[in-house]
């Protein structure tokens, strides 16, 4: 009800006093309503909450705890506000570094924060150690162009990330193709650009305040070194310093019984830490062999190479020496032929010098490549190897029919590649390695599978295939290989290896490890090989100098000490140019299992075969014949180790397979109660697999080791385990 107050000046309305009293009466009713609403709250308290009650029960307004599960709205993802950030905000955040990091468990690597998050160049508590390269960070596929410091498009090569300068600051690098300078906005420094082709050691001065960076050849990358400065010192890894966390250099350094694995690409760097302290940088590709497949690429001491291992990889022979490194040679006749006419499509064509059949396999420029024929007996493929005698004429094929001269023969030449279906699996302590990075464990595994093709079954598909190429993984197979290389710390590799014959096969001499001689400028090398009786005047129960003969020995039944022990190692001994040994390396087969063991290799007519540059095969197949579905396994290792400190000893090696520990013990000068450190094998039971002048004085490894009596020029292998 509507009251208007009368207004001073105006008539008195004759109704006001009854509108009054009529609002009174109705205030009155609301104020009843009001006193009923209040006693039916009271009616449903069963009493009132006291101060106590109320604080324990409900949040305050200022500085609130909630308890139960509270929401709120989730802000947007750029959001920077004071506003509540739910779960699902801070997920859309952090979530794939907080991901990355529980990737792996039990390894550690760069993916365990985001790419990129954190570098020494963007965190003020992080510096970098004296090699300011972090191969992480480069820019693969690429290189500088100097005029203008933008990257061109270069396979093979690689720039490095922006690296700060001050103005007039020099840096030093190893081995750059070309380096360019910037400004602190990253702009280039016109002129600053320089070529290096030599790709020779080379240092560059900033003329501004900003950063410089450098092309590197892959093929230097892994012991590539940008230093501050204008002298080039000794290599070291790229690594982060936390001085500010109290994490200096020596709380980086690796574990002994660690290795750390760099990846870039098909190529990696595995670095372990020897028994004496020195680094060792194993490097490996798993696509570079010439058939595309793993090989072994060079070994580095302390960052000096001493060991070129790209033709470590080892082949097996058939009629002809395939897989590996090597493609079929024997049968296959390849001319230079300037101005020819054939392309792909003539590919899988028959020619004929009048006599022989061959066909066309593979075109290269001006050289074209054919294949000889075949013949079968028992099944057994041999190629044919008589070269054309006279020029080479269309018999069927492709549209190309024009006769081929053969007066340009190009020596040497090979079918490669000469293996398909390959496959291969890297895995770091179980887990698959598939990312750029750096990773640190104790077990990296290269698993490889891959099919030798058969010479009969290339012939047969390309002439049935015209215009293909051979080289498809539809090519049969004779031989199909699996091998797995287990890289373990302190420079230790097992080779295991499988071969199935998937058709009748005559082998040759097989070995399933090879090795070129460790080597370096000022540098020597000795090897030792026990069990075996002097040979052309040289001992190898004692060290001989690789550089005291030329000529290749091999060894077989007649030249061993033990007529029922054929030679399972040799040792070599890389000293400098003080005559100190700074390193060895081991190379044979584990004596008690697998095709390799002594028992299999004893009834072989050869064993051992080193040629005059050094170059080290041991044997464990000799022409055996073959039926489809026939298997070998064998079980070698290639074993880097510190100079030994065992006294009296030219070597003690270990070799750990996953199952067992094996001791490589070869004594020089004859002792009592020697003893061979096996610290991390302490409790373990000991068994002699042989021994020839060593007696083992326990039967379980203790805190002194193995303790031995030995004669002069003894040697042991000893299974722990």
């Not at 060991?307 to 082949?315: F, K, L, N, R």
Request: charged share 15%.
């Amino acid at each position: 009800m509507a009251l208007d107050l009368p207004v001073v000046g105006q008539t008195r309305d004759p109704e006001w006093a009854t509108k009054l009293n009529g609002a009174l009466t109705q205030l009155d009713a609301g104020k009843a309503d009001l006193d009923d609403a209040g006693l039916l709250v009271e009616d449903q308290l069963p009493e009132r909450l006291s101060e106590t009650q109320l604080t324990a029960t409900f949040a305050p307004v200022v500085s609130p705890a909630f308890i139960g599960t509270p929401t709120a709205p989730t802000p947007g993802s750029s959001d920077s506000s004071t506003k509540v950030a739910t779960t699902a905000f801070v997920q859309g955040a952090a979530g794939p570094a907080v991901s990355a990091a529980l990737a792996v468990p039990g390894v550690v690597s760069s993916q365990a924060i985001a790419a990129g998050a954190v570098t020494w160049s963007k965190a003020a508590f992080l510096t970098s150690g004296k090699n300011l390269f972090d191969p992480s960070a480069a820019s693969t596929g690429f290189s500088i162009h100097v005029s203008t410091g933008a990257l061109d498009v270069l396979a093979g090569y690689s720039v490095t990330d922006y690296i700060p300068v001050a103005a007039g600051q020099k840096v030093t690098f190893s081995n750059p193709r070309s380096i360019a300078f910037y400004k602190a906005d990253k702009t280039f420094v016109s002129g600053s650009g320089v070529n290096n082709s030599t790709q020779a050691v080379l240092t560059g001065t900033a003329t501004v305040a900003g950063y410089v960076r450098a092309t590197v050849s892959d093929a230097y990358k892994p012991t590539f070194q940008a230093e501050y400065g204008a002298t080039q010192t000794t290599y070291e890894p790229f690594k982060l310093l936390m001085p500010n966390l109290a994490v200096t250099g020596s709380n980086t350094t690796l574990a002994v019984n660690t290795i750390r694995v760099v990846k870039a690409g098909t190529r990696f760097t595995i670095t372990s830490i020897l028994a004496n302290g020195s680094q060792l940088d194993i490097v490996v590709d798993t696509a570079t062999s010439s058939n595309g497949s793993f090989t072994f690429v060079q070994t580095n001491l302390n960052g000096l190479q001493i060991h070129d291992s790209g033709d470590d990889v080892t082949p097996i022979r058939t009629f002809d020496t395939v897989g590996g490194n090597h493609g079929y040679a024997n049968c296959v006749f390849q001319y230079t032929v300037s101005g020819h006419d054939k392309t792909t499509a003539d590919l899988g064509s028959i020619y004929t010098d009048g006599t022989n059949q061959y066909t066309l396999l593979a075109i290269s420029g001006s050289n074209v490549t054919f294949g000889g024929g075949y013949t079968v007996s028992s099944g057994v493929v041999t190629g044919k190897t008589t070269a054309p005698a006279a020029t080479l004429t269309f018999v069927s094929g492709g549209p190309h029919t024009t006769s081929v001269p053969i007066t340009t023969l190009v020596a040497g030449a090979q079918l490669l590649p000469s293996i398909n279906q390959k496959a291969m699996t890297v895995t770091l302590d179980g887990a698959p390695v598939t990312v750029d990075g750096t990773y640190t464990g104790r077990s990296l595994s290269f698993a490889e599978a891959y099919t030798i093709m058969d010479w009969k079954g290339i012939i047969d598909w390309a002439q049935a295939h015209v215009g293909s190429t051979y080289a498809s993984d539809s090519t049969p197979g004779v031989v199909r290989m699996l091998v797995n290389y287990t890289f373990t710390p302190k420079g230790k590799c097992v080779v295991s290896t499988s071969l199935r014959a998937l058709t009748a096969v005559t082998l040759g001499e097989c070995g399933f490890v090879q090795s070129a001689p460790m080597s370096a400028v000022g540098y020597t090398v000795s090897r030792q090989m026990p069990g075996v009786v002097a040979k052309s005047g040289f001992d190898f129960s004692g060290l001989v100098p690789l550089s005291s003969y030329t000529t290749s020995l091999t060894f077989g039944p007649g030249d061993y000490l033990d007529a029922a022990k054929p030679p399972d190692h040799t040792n070599d001994v890389l000293y400098d140019s003080t005559s100190t040994p700074v390193l060895q390396f081991a190379l044979g087969y584990v004596t008690d299992k697998t095709t390799g063991k002594d028992a299999d290799r004893i009834n072989l007519a050869r064993t051992w075969d080193m040629r005059n540059t050094g170059k080290n095969y041991p044997v464990a197949l000799f022409n055996p014949t073959l039926a489809a579905g026939d298997l070998f396994s064998v079980e070698a290792y290639r074993a880097y180790s510190a100079p030994t400190t065992v006294p009296g000893a030219f070597g003690a090696t270990t070799i750990q397979d996953g199952q067992a520990s094996y001791v490589l013990l070869d004594i020089a000068t004859a002792g009592t109660s020697i003893p061979v450190p096996l610290p991390d094998l302490i409790g373990q039971p000991i068994a002699v697999l042989y021994t020839s002048g060593v007696t083992v004085l326990n039967d379980t490894v203790d805190a002194s080791g193995i303790l031995v009596d030995a004669t002069a020029k003894s040697y042991a292998i000893i299974k722990v385990g």
